[in-house]
């Protein structure tokens, strides 16, 4: 069955602090994953995208890791901010000629000040 | 703003109403989708359009339904909602619905919150 997992559910942390959010995907062919932030009443929108052969993709502050063999991925946030508070969404892409995918729950994350 | 854009923010209706939901992208791409995100649950891709043709449509009931009339506007009409279809309804964009939904970057619109009664 194709699942994306995602923890923690929920994560508070303080500004200035570093903090690591986990993926685990189940998908059949494997084609890319990406991270997503979505801000409260706002669309999600790409942090990163990393494809099979790719292991660490960084955005700014963010780091994306991808293990394609242990089908784990990783979202590393350094010296969080404020507006770092939003809900982490991963989705894994997948299948043949057209693709499908499939989004995570996400990983609400609350920077406090 | 990330150029797709979604009316009404919010609404709210009854069971018996008929209504719509109107995106515009302003991005030139070919490929348009609805998603469904319901409270502590994924998003739930619902239809994809690309170059105006319905290529998907995930099992979604006949209640809603969705019309492009041209790459650039995408609509989801909808009649006789439940209240379990209360949802945040997000509309998105890709470049290259060619190249299919495995590999396009989507841009989302805001979103419309939408409560049923």
């Known amino acids: 069955k194709n699942q994306v997992e995602q923890s923690p559910q929920s994560l508070i942390i303080l500004e200035g602090k570093n903090c690591t959010l986990q993926?685990?995907?189940?998908?059949?062919?494997?084609?890319?994953l990406r991270w997503y932030k979505q801000d409260t009443g706002r669309g999600p929108v790409s942090l990163t995208i990393?494809?099979?052969?790719?292991n660490t993709k960084s955005n700014g502050r963010y780091t994306a890791t991808l293990d394609a063999d242990t089908k784990q991925s990783s979202l590393h946030i350094t010296a969080s901010q404020l507006s770092d508070s939003a809900s982490y969404i991963c989705?894994?892409?997948?299948?043949?000629?057209?693709?499908?995918?499939?989004f995570g729950k996400g990983t609400k994350l609350s920077v406090k000040p | 703003e990330t150029g797709v854009t979604q009316t009404p923010r919010h609404l709210v209706m009854g069971m018996t109403n008929k209504k719509s939901l109107k995106c515009e992208q302003h991005?030139?791409?070919?490929?348009m989708y609805w998603y469904k995100q319901s409270a502590k649950k994924p998003l739930e891709l619902m239809f994809v359009?690309?170059?105006?043709?319905?290529?998907e449509n995930n099992s979604v009931p006949s209640r809603f339904s969705p019309e492009c009339p041209n790459s650039s506007h995408l609509f989801l009409h909808l009649h006789t909602l439940q209240p379990e279809d209360s949802a945040l309804y997000l509309c998105?964009?890709?470049?290259?619905?060619?190249?299919?939904?495995?590999?396009?970057?989507?841009?989302f619109g805001p979103g419309t919150r939408l409560t049923v009664l």
């Open positions: 359009y690309n170059f105006k043709e319905q290529t």
């Open positions: 990393m494809t099979f052969s790719e």
């Open positions: 989705v894994a892409y997948y299948g043949g000629s057209q693709g499908n995918l499939i």
């Open positions: 991005l030139g791409h070919n490929a």
């Open positions: 993926c685990n995907y189940t998908v059949s062919p494997f084609s890319n």
């Open positions: 998105a964009s890709s470049q290259d619905g060619l190249a299919g939904i495995r590999t396009d970057t989507q841009y």
